[in-house]
């Protein structure tokens, strides 16, 4: 048994696969999801995982909420819910915590780990990049078609820094190969600016990475929304590489069929993580009067697409 009492709150790929593989390895984690039917299965069948990952499990502790955690003296919570979800979730951990949880952001999107430092305070706050593309392929099943290894982790106190160094060792000894950086910020920068460009084409075109820039029209308005997002991150003094944005439409070229998340949501009429990504870059772009016709285009059709669908319901 590893020395960490871990929660993995969120029951999504991403989430089922991160506890899935912490478990292989021997650490206690407890899973914390809403009931539906993949967390059903999961009680029934154990987690399976395929492609990048192979392995199955039977996890022993599974939640239906958060207020059960009360029940488990947790040290270790790794946030993977979707961003819509998180204030949420801040609101209902808030009195379950204690000095020395420390919360891992795994999330999509820009500032997550302050939403957390705001909350329980920075020396508890952490944050994940994760470089991987992961589906729930049936209730039960995760499959990961894509690994650009490693993730990065990283801390917001200088204290955190040898914590951080030791939840990175146990991300890669379960196989999730991570390092710790001090340079989080870039990198959480370059990951929003990419998701931010081709998300919210796949998700209104209906279509996947590399279908989104396969026809010359999305191309523009890719490249456009990349420019832009580039833009605002040097303006806020983010030390981008001078070949950031070749090295983008490189990785858009190669990134294949993967079917983004955001698609996914729209798919499935859920609130969507435009609100962290888009709208977070053009929040900074406004403060420095930077205009983002691209962004604030693509942001604002996904935007009306959960707005009618929320009337929908």
Not at 12 to 25: K, N, Q, T
Not at 96 to 110: E, W
Not at 269 to 285: F, G, S, V
Request: net charge negative; glycine share 8%.
């Amino acid at each position: 048994m590893g020395e960490n009492r871990i929660a993995v709150i969120g029951m999504g790929p991403i989430g089922s696969l991160m506890a899935a593989l912490l478990l292989a390895e021997g650490e206690d984690v407890i899973l914390v999801g809403r009931p539906n039917a993949h967390l059903q299965a999961v009680r029934e069948h154990g987690l399976t995982l395929r492609g990048v990952f192979e392995a199955g499990v039977r996890p022993q502790k599974i939640c239906d909420s958060v207020s059960e955690l009360r029940e488990h003296d947790v040290d270790l919570v790794f946030v993977t819910v979707k961003t819509p979800d998180l204030l949420s979730l801040m609101d209902e951990l808030q009195p379950l915590h204690r000095p020395g949880i420390r919360y891992v952001s795994a999330q999509n999107g820009l500032d997550t780990e302050k939403v957390i430092a705001d909350r329980m305070g920075p020396e508890s706050a952490f944050r994940m990049v994760l470089n991987m593309g992961s589906s729930i392929v049936e209730e039960g099943v995760i499959e990961t078609t894509f690994f650009n290894r490693p993730h990065q982790l990283g801390c917001l106190t200088e204290e955190n820094r040898e914590e951080g160094q030791r939840i990175a060792r146990m991300l890669t000894d379960a196989g999730l190969e991570t390092v710790f950086t001090d340079d989080i910020d870039m990198l959480i920068w370059k990951k929003s600016i990419m998701k931010s460009t081709l998300a919210p084409i796949c998700a209104l075109a209906d279509t996947t990475l590399k279908g989104s820039i396969d026809h010359p029209m999305t191309k523009q308005v890719a490249e456009g929304a990349l420019r832009e997002g580039i833009e605002v991150a040097l303006a806020v003094g983010i030390e981008l590489p001078p070949d950031f944005f070749e090295q983008c439409m490189d990785f858009f070229n190669r990134a294949g069929y993967h079917k983004d998340s955001m698609r996914v949501d729209i798919e499935n009429r859920k609130p969507t993580e435009i609100d962290y990504l888009n709208i977070k870059i053009m929040d900074y772009a406004r403060q420095k009067n930077i205009p983002t016709p691209y962004l604030l285009t693509t942001a604002s059709l996904v935007k009306a697409l959960e707005s009618q669908y929320a009337k929908d319901k």
